[in-house]
C-alpha cells in the first residue's frame, strides 16, 4: 500500500468542503485514450482537489468495508482487497505529483501544500484503524499454516510490517502525536524542494562581453547565447545553476572570477538566510523525524530507515562508507596535488580551490590522454543515445519501442513510446522528458502515472516517465551530451526498464529496499560506457561515422580519472546524510556549523565540496525518499560492478544471463528478500573487486 491515507479526517473535510466533485472532471472519469493513459489535453488545474476529495471518500469507503467484515479475515476478503482499495487514489495522486516535478506553476504548489497534510492524514487513519490492523494481524499470524505463494507471503510480511512501523501498536496519544509529525513533514518537505527549485531558477549569470566567454567551446557559447534570448537579454550571453549551462562552464571558462561567481552561487543555493532559505526547514524536519522514529521505538531517524533496508542498521553504512572513504580520499589527495603542480607550472601564483577542481581536471584530462567533454559530444546526440538505450532493451530482453503520437502528452517537448514483448503483447509506455524548464526540477529522475499490477486477474499495464535535465539544441547542432549525461540517460531508463518489467501481482510486492532499488538503473550504464557497445551506437551526428577505436581507447585508458574526485565528494554526502538522521536528540542551533563538524570530521579536504550541501540535498530533505539512504547508490554498485561480471564472463548480451536478470531482479520487484533474488541471479553474494577495480581504488 502506498503511503497516503484511509478516511477523510476533520482537518481533511474542512480544507476540501468547498471542492466539491464537479461534472465533467477527467481525472474523475475513464480515461477513454489509448492504454487509459491520462488525458493532459483535458486535465487543468481546478480539477485536481475535487478528484483527490473524490478518490479519497472512495478509498475510505473501501477500507472501512474491509475492516467491517463479519468474515474471519483470510488473505482473499482481506490483503487483495486492500491493494485494490488505492488504486483509484495512486492515480490521481501519480498524475499531480507527477507534473508537480516536470511542469509544476504556483498554483500546483500551493495544490501541493494543500493536499499533503490532507493525504498524510488520510494514510494514517488507515494505518491506526484497529479492527484493519487486527485482520492483518491475524493473517499474520497464521501465514505459516495458509496455503500461500511467495508473492502472497511476501505480501502479507510487507502489508503487516507497514502497519506495525506507521504507529498500528501505539496507544491513542502517541498515534495523534504521530500523525501531527507526519503532516507537519508532509509539507516541510516540499517547502524545502519549492525554495530549492526558485532559488536555481532565479539565478543567472549574464555577459556582455565576448572576451569574457574565452576558453569556452562553441557550441557552449552558442547554447549561451541561445539562453539569453529566451531570457531577453539579446546579443548577450546567459549562464545558469542548470548542469548542462554551469558544468562546461567550469570546465572551460578561462575567467577564473566568473567560475567562482558561478560555482558559489550553485553551492550556497538557500542558505542566505532569506524567504528562500531552507536551513530552519531542515532544522525542523531533523527534529520531527527523530521525534517520529522515537515514537516507533527506534534510537534514532536512521535505525527506523535502515530497519527496513538491506543495511539493516547504521554501523553497517557508516562501516561500508569507511572501508571506501579512506582510499577515494588519498586518491583525491594526489589528484589535487597534480592540478596543484599543473598551476604552479603556468606561473600562476593561487592555491587550488573547489571551483578550480573542473578545469584543471579538464585541462589534465587533455594533456595526459588528449580527451575532453568537447571531443566526446559529436558522437553522442540525444536522440541516438536514446534509440541505444531502446537497442540494448532489445537486445537483452526482445522488447521493442514505438513512438506514439496519438497519445496526449503535458509538454509538447514530451515524446511517448509504447513498449511491447517480442511478440507483439503490450508492455506499457514510455514518456521521455529531456530538457531543462524553469517549471522543472532539476536532475533526473525516473517517476510515472500509473504503476503494473495484476490484482484479481485484472492487469493494469505500466506508465512510466525519465525526465532529465540534458543540454538544448542550440543554433544548428543538436542536442550533443556529455559522457555523464549520457550515462545519466542509460541510468533512469534501466530504472524504466525496472518498472516497466515487473511481473509481481501487487504495488507492495513490487517496491525494493532502497539500497537495492539502484541496481537495476546503474548496471545500465554499464553498456553505455562499454567499447563494443560504443562502436554500435557512438557515431558522429554530422558524417555518421561511428565513433574511432582510437577515441574509446583513450575513454577506456581515463576511465579512472578524476575518480577520487567524485568517490570523495559523494561519500562526502552519504556521510553527511548519515550524521544528520543518526543524531538521537537533535539540538542543533546551526545547521552550516553542523555540516562543517561532519565533514571536518572524516577529513574532506577544502577543495573538494560534499556532492549536496545540506540547504539543497532534496535527496533527504526533500520527498526523495533518501534519507539515511543516499549511500544506497555505492550500495548497490557493488551489487551492479558484480553484476555485469555475470556477462563479461559470457557475452555482452548473453540470453541466458539476461533473462536471468529480467526474471530474478526486474521482473520479481520486492516479492523476496532482495539478497535472496541476486543470489539466484548471481549464484553467490556479490564481491566487492569490481567495484574498486572500476573506480580505480584498489
Known amino acids: 500500500m502506498k503511503r497516503t491515507s484511509l478516511l477523510l479526517v476533520a482537518v481533511g473535510c474542512a480544507l476540501l468542503c468547498s471542492f466539491a466533485p464537479q461534472d465533467g472532471n477527467p481525472l474523475l472519469a475513464e480515461f477513454k485514450t489509448p492504454f487509459g493513459a491520462p488525458p493532459f489535453d483535458q486535465i487543468r488545474l481546478e480539477h485536481y482537489m475535487p478528484a483527490y476529495q473524490e478518490a479519497m471518500r472512495r478509498h475510505g469507503e473501501a477500507i472501512a468495508a474491509i475492516a467491517a467484515n463479519p468474515e474471519a479475515p483470510t488473505f482473499a476478503n482481506t490483503l487483495e482487497p486492500l491493494e485494490a482499495s488505492g488504486l483509484f487514489l495512486a492515480r490521481v495522486d501519480n498524475i499531480f505529483q507527477s507534473m508537480n516535478s516536470a511542469n509544476t506553476s504556483d498554483e500546483m504548489q500551493q495544490i501541493a501544500k494543500k493536499i499533503a497534510p490532507v493525504l498524510s492524514a488520510h494514510y494514517d487513519e488507515i494505518l491506526f484503524n484497529e479492527k484493519l490492523f487486527a485482520r492483518i494481524k491475524t493473517i499474520y499470524e497464521q501465514k505459516d499454516g495458509l496455503e500461500l505463494n511467495q508473492e502472497q507471503r511476501r505480501l502479507v510480511e ?90 562546461p562552464f567550469l570546465q572551460y571558462s578561462e575567467r577564473r572570477d566568473l567560475r567562482e561567481k558561478i560555482y558559489h552561487a550553485y553551492i550556497s543555493r538557500c542558505d542566505h538566510n532569506d524567504d ?22 527506534y534510537d534514532t531517524y536512521a535505525d527506523f530507515v535502515l530497519d527496513d533496508a538491506m543495511a539493516k542498521n547504521p554501523k553497517a553504512v557508516f562501516d561500508f562508507l569507511g572501508e571506501l572513504w579512506k582510499p577515494a580520499l588519498a586518491r583525491a589527495e594526489s589528484e589535487a596535488a597534480s592540478f596543484q603542480r599543473m598551476i604552479d607550472g603556468e606561473g600562476k601564483s593561487f592555491k ?16 595526459q590522454y588528449d580527451l575532453d567533454d568537447e571531443m566526446l559530444r559529436p558522437y553522442f546526440e540525444l536522440e541516438n543515445v536514446r534509440s541505444a538505450a531502446f537497442m540494448l532493451a532489445g537486445k537483452l530482453y526482445g522488447i521493442t519501442f514505438l513512438e506514439r503520437n496519438d497519445i496526449p502528452k503535458y509538454n509538447p517537448e514530451v515524446r511517448v513510446f509504447e513498449v511491447n514483448e517480442a511478440d507483439g503483447k503490450h508492455i506499457g509506455l514510455l514518456y521521455t522528458d529531456y530538457f531543462p524548464r524553469d517549471n522543472k526540477q532539476g536532475g533526473a529522475w525516473c517517476g510515472g502515472f500509473r504503476a503494473e499490477s495484476r490484482i484479481g486477474g485484472k492487469i493494469e499495464t505500466p506508465l512510466v516517465t525519465n525526465c532529465g535535465n540534458f543540454v538544448r539544441p542550440a543554433g544548428d547542432a543538436p542536442s550533443l551530451l556529455n559522457f555523464d549525461e549520457v550515462t545519466t540517460l542509460f541510468h533512469e531508463f534501466g530504472h524504466a526498464l525496472h518498472a516497466l518489467l515487473s511481473e509481481t501481482a501487487y504495488l507492495t510486492t513490487q517496491g525494493v529496499a532502497t539500497d537495492f532499488v539502484e541496481l537495476p538503473s546503474q548496471i545500465m550504464e554499464n553498456w553505455a560506457t562499454d567499447p563494443e557497445f560504443l562502436k554500435m551506437y557512438a557515431r558522429h551526428y554530422k558524417t555518421g561515422e561511428p565513433i574511432p577505436d582510437e577515441l574509446i581507447a583513450k575513454i577506456v585508458k581515463s576511465s579512472t580519472f578524476n575518480q577520487g574526485f567524485m568517490t570523495t565528494e559523494y561519500l562526502a554526502a552519504s556521510f553527511l546524510d548519515m550524521d544528520w538522521h543518526s543524531l538521537p536528540e537533535p539540538a542543533i542551533a546551526d545547521a552550516d556549523a553542523f555540516e562543517t563538524e561532519s565533514l571536518n570530521r572524516i577529513g574532506l579536504i577544502p577543495e573538494i565540496i560534499s556532492r549536496y550541501r545540506s540547504t539543497y540535498f532534496a535527496h533527504v530533505f526533500g520527498d526523495g525518499g533518501y534519507a539515511s539512504g543516499y549511500y544506497s ?66
Not at 509529525?181 to 530549492?196: A, G, H, M, P, R
Not at 587550488?352 to 594533456?367: F, H, N, Q
Not at 540470453?655 to 521482473?667: D, V, Y
Not at 528478500?673 to 584498489?698: C, N, V
Request: glycine share 6%; proline share 2%.
Open 158 to 247: 510487507k502489508t503487516y510490517r507497514e502497519f506495525v512501523r506507521g504507529g498500528a501498536n501505539l496507544n491513542a496519544a502517541d498515534k495523534a502525536a504521530l500523525s501531527d509529525i507526519n503532516k507537519e513533514l508532509s509539507v516541510l518537505e516540499l517547502q524545502f524542494e519549492d525554495n530549492l527549485l526558485e532559488e536555481t531558477s532565479r539565478f543567472e549569470m549574464v555577459i556582455g562581453d565576448k572576451a569574457d566567454l574565452a576558453g569556452l567551446p562553441a557550441a557552449v557559447v552558442t547554447a549561451a547565447a541561445e539562453a539569453a534570448r529566451q531570457r531577453g537579454h539579446d546579443g548577450k550571453w546567459v549562464f545558469t545553476l542548470q548542469k548542462p549551462s554551469m558544468i
Open 276 to 297: 528562500l532559505d531552507n536551513k530552519k526547514v531542515i532544522l525542523r524536519i531533523v527534529n520531527l523525524r527523530a521525534k517520529r522514529s522515537h515514537i516507533l521505538g
Open 352 to 367: 587550488l580551490e573547489s571551483w578550480d577542481w573542473w578545469y584543471y581536471a579538464e585541462k589534465l584530462r587533455k594533456a
Open 633 to 698: 547508490y555505492i550500495w548497490a554498485e557493488v551489487l551492479d560492478a558484480d553484476a555485469f561480471q555475470a556477462f563479461k564472463e559470457t557475452s555482452l548480451f548473453d540470453q541466458k544471463t539476461a533473462q536471468a536478470f529480467r526474471k530474478c531482479i526486474l521482473a520479481a520487484g520486492g516479492s523476496e528478500d532482495e539478497m535472496t533474488l541476486y543470489r539466484r541471479f548471481r549464484g553467490r553474494e556479490p564481491k566487492i573487486e569490481p567495484l574498486l577495480a572500476r573506480r580505480g581504488l584498489q
